[in-house]
């Protein structure tokens, strides 16, 4: 980070006149701030804020609060996670590192150890596994600590999901056991987030399960993401939920005639549609290239290899511009596969 935070008594421009200004050291952001800047990102993951509006609206406000250094923390760390769901990666890395320096400066621990844990996940998504590691242990570590059940979890979620893209399976899976049992312990308040936090571990070990081809265990954790989704109530939690089914009744050589009895669709590429409309409700283009070559594999066993010819390209034009160099070396094997 450069010196625009450190400078004491640096002068901004306000108007035609130039004003002298003091950092404030307080550790936390302000409430009545943090509540706004959260209401912000709230409507963006309903689908209500389109990104650029969001973003602009959180520009503004850390425009507006002068020096606060923990209120221009919290705004580089929403500002990361919307662009790293849009797949933004280095943009993203670049927001949470001076969110880091911020709370840092302000001597705010644990607000530094959120944003290490961000800081790993968008390494995960680069397919930087031994930075990511590094940062997800650590962070277990630290919020074991402080007895952080929350963050623990988060850590363990996130450390699971890495061990399923480095192909460690059976690690994948006690770890994201461990994930969940971890938080099933969180306070009641943060039901909402408890419900986004385990559809996704849900997803991911129903991957887990589908690549072993347990497809029994692979579908009941589909069945369990889809459930949390709907009680979130978030498109991204909804995506994730409508991937995972796609990729799971894609994987039966015969659909269960219980689950046809149930009103589930036999067609994978209604769940991956689904998907799709939902990731685009806030420009999720990472997550979407994901259901794109998620649906492209689909095709792919149905004998369709144009059509999945055709995603696939879309799929990986994205990824290599957005440089998920993990998902480009994953599509990659798909290509190869397809022809």
Not at 5 to 22: H, L
Not at 123 to 136: S, T
Not at 138 to 161: C, P, S
Not at 276 to 284: K, R, T
Request: glycine fraction near 8%; charged fraction near 20%; proline fraction near 2%.
């Amino acid at each position: 980070m450069g010196n625009t935070f450190r400078i004491e008594g640096f002068f901004r421009s306000t108007g035609a006149s130039m004003v002298a200004t003091q950092p404030i050291y307080d550790k936390e952001p302000t409430p009545e701030f943090n509540e706004r800047c959260l209401a912000i990102l709230q409507q963006w993951q309903a689908g209500t804020l389109p990104f650029q509006e969001a973003s602009h609206q959180l520009h503004e406000m850390a425009e507006a609060t002068g020096e606060h250094l923990a209120n221009l923390g919290r705004v580089e760390i929403l500002l990361g996670v919307m662009q790293g769901y849009r797949g933004n990666l280095n943009v993203c890395i670049q927001h949470f590192e001076k969110a880091r320096d911020l709370f840092a400066e302000v001597g705010n621990d644990l607000r530094v150890v959120k944003c290490d844990l961000n800081l790993g996940e968008t390494y995960r998504q680069k397919g930087d596994f031994g930075k990511a590691r590094e940062l997800f242990q650590g962070v277990y570590e630290t919020a074991t600590q402080l007895g952080d059940i929350q963050l623990q979890a988060m850590a363990l979620g996130n450390a699971g999901q890495m061990l399923l893209s480095m192909k460690q399976v059976d690690d994948a899976e006690a770890t994201l056991k461990n994930a969940i049992a971890l938080a099933a312990q969180w306070p009641s308040e943060f039901a909402k987030s408890q419900a986004g936090f385990l559809c996704e571990v849900h997803h991911a070990l129903a991957v887990v399960y589908l690549s072993a081809k347990r497809m029994e265990q692979a579908l009941e954790q589909a069945q369990n993401s889809l459930h949390y989704a709907r009680i979130s109530q978030q498109p991204l939690s909804i995506g994730f939920a409508n991937r995972t089914m796609g990729e799971v009744m894609a994987g039966f050589d015969v659909i269960p005639a219980e689950l046809l009895n149930e009103g589930f669709s036999a067609d994978p590429g209604d769940y991956f549609r689904a998907a799709l409309e939902a990731f685009s409700e806030i420009d999720a283009q990472g997550e979407r290239a994901r259901t794109m070559h998620a649906h492209a594999k689909s095709l792919a066993k149905q004998g369709r290899r144009m059509a999945a010819a055709r995603m696939l390209q879309q799929a990986m034009l994205t990824f290599a511009e957005l440089g998920m160099v993990d998902d480009s070396a994953k599509a990659a094997e798909s290509q190869a596969a397809i022809f």
